[in-house]
C-alpha cells in the first residue's frame, strides 16, 4: 500500500524558513517522480513543483509564485522528498500535500497518491 | 484566478447525474494536454479520479466519468449519492505558465 506522510509544518514569521519532508513507503521511490500541491485556507489547490527521480535526471521544477524561493530535493536512501520554503510570505499559509507522479509524463502529469497534508501557517 | 474555470458549485438529488465543467483555454486543454479529476471529501487529502481524460484508476465507481472536447472537459456523475459531496477539482498543464494547473474547484451538494 502507498503511504505518503508529510511532517515538518508548523508557525513562522514572515520571512523565516521551514523545511517539510514526505516521506514514502509502499513503492519504489527511487524510480518515483514526485509532486507538491498547496491549499491554502478555504481555498482551490494549487501547484507548487515537481522532482524527477535521479535516473530521469533528478531535476525539479517549480510554479511561478514560489521560484526562487521554494526548493525541492529528494534523499533517496530515506525514501523521503523535502520542500524547503524560504522568504515566507503570509501569502503562503496553506496545508502542503506531497503526491505520486508517473515518470516521463511531461505535460501530461497527474497526482496519483497523496498526502494527508501538513499546515504550514506565516504570521506577519 | 485560475487559468482553467468551473462552475463554484453544482447540487444534486440522490440518484441523479450531475456535470462538473472545466473550461480552458488554447494553452492548456485546447493545446492537447490531457484533463484529470480529483475528488476532495470534507477534511481529507484530494483522491485521483479520473486520469487521463476518461481513465478510472482502479477501485473508482463506474458512476464517475470524463470526457473532453476542444478546451473543454467535463465529469460526470452518475447515482448521485450522499457520501459525493465534497468539493471536485479538474487539473491539466499550461503552457504559458510551464507548469501543472487545477481548476478553481466545485462544491457538490447532495439534496
Known amino acids: 500500500e502507498v503511504q505518503l506522510v508529510e511532517s515538518g509544518g508548523g508557525l513562522v514569521k514572515s520571512g523565516g524558513s521551514l523545511r517539510l519532508s514526505c516521506a514514502a513507503s509502499g513503492f519504489n521511490f527511487p524510480y518515483a517522480w514526485m509532486t507538491w500541491v498547496r491549499q491554502a485556507p478555504g481555498k482551490g489547490l494549487e501547484w507548487v513543483g515537481l522532482i524527477k527521480s535521479k535516473t530521469d535526471g533528478g531535476t525539479a521544477d517549480s510554479a511561478a509564485p514560489v521560484k526562487g524561493r521554494f526548493t525541492i530535493s529528494r534523499d533517496d536512501s530515506k525514501n523521503t522528498v523535502y520542500l524547503q520554503l524560504k522568504s515566507l510570505k503570509t501569502d503562503d499559509t496553506a496545508v502542503y500535500f506531497c503526491a505520486t507522479t508517473q515518470a516521463f509524463c511531461g505535460g501530461d502529469c497527474y497526482f496519483g497518491h497523496w498526502g494527508q497534508g501538513a499546515l504550514v501557517a506565516v504570521s506577519s | 484566478q485560475s487559468v482553467m474555470t468551473q462552475p463554484p458549485s453544482v447540487s444534486g438529488a440522490p440518484g441523479q447525474r450531475v456535470i462538473v465543467s472545466c473550461t480552458g483555454s488554447s494553452s492548456n486543454i485546447g493545446a492537447g494536454y490531457d484533463v484529470h479529476w480529483y475528488q476532495q471529501l470534507p477534511g481529507t487529502a484530494p483522491k485521483l479520479l479520473i486520469y487521463g481524460n476518461s481513465n478510472r484508476p482502479s477501485g473508482v465507481p463506474d458512476r464517475f466519468s470524463g470526457s473532453k472536447s476542444g478546451s473543454s472537459a467535463s465529469l460526470a456523475i452518475t447515482g448521485l449519492q450522499a457520501k459525493d459531496e465534497g468539493d471536485y477539482y479538474c487539473?491539466?498543464?499550461?503552457?504559458?505558465?510551464?507548469?501543472?494547473?487545477f481548476g478553481g474547484g466545485t462544491k457538490l451538494t447532495v439534496l
Open positions: 487539473q491539466s498543464y499550461d503552457i504559458g505558465l510551464s507548469g501543472s494547473v
